[in-house]
């Protein structure tokens, strides 16, 4: 037995809504949290997570005297914006590996809701565990799926450790040290060592350094400022269910000489077979948005306008 393992602990203790990393099922979610931060200033801002996640790290990158306000869902975090529990909520939207987040599309479109800015964080994953831990001690290894599955080569080349998937990559490490589970590790941001007093065991394990994530602003439609900078517009369409339709709602806004850099399908729920259209297009002036928004609307069936803002640059 291990110095440091209790008589009665075993090493093989899951830890309370963990799942082996091959099931497909969500583990439970807590409840939301306190708001973190001075509350005495700066916008409230929703996110899904726990403090010190990426998209806590992404919200302070895109508002830096935010007050945070943790949820356990992203629907949570939607309802409290459009009831006026918050300011705004910061939400992914699109890993460069994992691909798009396809809830936060429906969250878009079925809140009264626009984006106002976006901003790209560099993903860098990181083995952690708490103070006095080391790697020869570690079985387990705990984090959301995508983060998982984003440091597969570390996790092959570490047989003995065993991938449970959590509900939040800054959650793992809460737990972990409320825990003191010296045979179990995170898979998380260095923000969320420093945030709950873990240490780094091992930095950098993702097995691509192209790791990116782009992140929106998303705030109540009647509160948005428009940027007059803006030179990207997100917009949803659906069209009629006729040969050629999609084809000619795009073509209008290639006539426009707009450059269309992201299309996105999604599944009209109760409508089997047909789809709602996620589109990115990069535009010269905040007024063209307008005009690709009117040249939709004599090919579509509905379209909504789910935000113009800068397009982020890549760090």
């Known amino acids: 037995m291990p110095d440091d393992q209790k008589p009665n602990e075993s090493p093989t203790t899951l830890w309370y809504g ?8 969500e583990p439970t979610i807590p409840s939301p949290q306190s708001p ?33 306000a943790p949820f356990a869902l992203s629907a949570d975090a939607f309802s409290a914006l459009s009831n006026g529990l918050v300011d705004a909520a910061v939400v992914p939207i699109e890993n460069s590996l994992a691909g ?53 080569s570390f996790l092959a080349s570490h047989p003995r450790m065993e991938a449970f998937a959590f509900y939040d990559t800054a959650g793992s490490v809460k737990q972990l040290v409320e825990l003191r589970d010296r045979h179990a590790a995170a898979i998380a941001s260095e923000a969320a060592a420093r945030h709950y007093g873990a240490q780094i065991l091992v930095a950098g394990i993702e097995d691509n350094p192209e790791n990116f994530t782009r992140f929106f602003l998303v705030r109540r439609t009647r509160d948005i400022k428009v940027d ?24 209008e806004l290639s006539t426009m000489g707009t450059n269309l850099t992201k299309i996105e399908s999604r599944p009209v729920h109760g409508k089997p077979w047909e789809y709602i259209f996620y589109v990115d297009c990069q535009i010269h002036t905040a007024e063209e948005g307008t005009r690709a928004m009117n040249a939709l609307q004599a090919h579509c069936s509905m379209v909504k306008e789910l935000g113009r803002y800068a397009e982020a640059r890549q760090p």
């Open 18 to 25: 963990a799942r082996k990393h091959y099931l497909q099922s």
């Open 36 to 68: 973190v931060g001075d509350q005495n200033k700066g916008m409230k801002i929703a996110i899904q997570g726990e403090p010190g996640s990426f998209s806590h790290e992404a919200t302070i990158k895109l508002v830096d005297d935010a007050v945070i």
């Open 100 to 152: 798009s987040v396809s809830e936060h599309f429906d969250l878009l479109l079925n809140h009264d809701v626009r984006v106002e800015r976006e901003a790209l964080l560099r993903i860098r994953h990181n083995l952690i565990a708490i103070s006095g831990s080391s790697i020869a001690h570690i079985d387990r290894v705990f984090s959301h799926p995508v983060a998982l599955a984003q440091c597969r």
């Open 228 to 251: 007059p900078k803006s030179n990207k517009i997100s917009i949803a369409f659906s069209v009629e269910n006729r040969p050629g339709s999609l084809v000619s709602a795009l073509s």
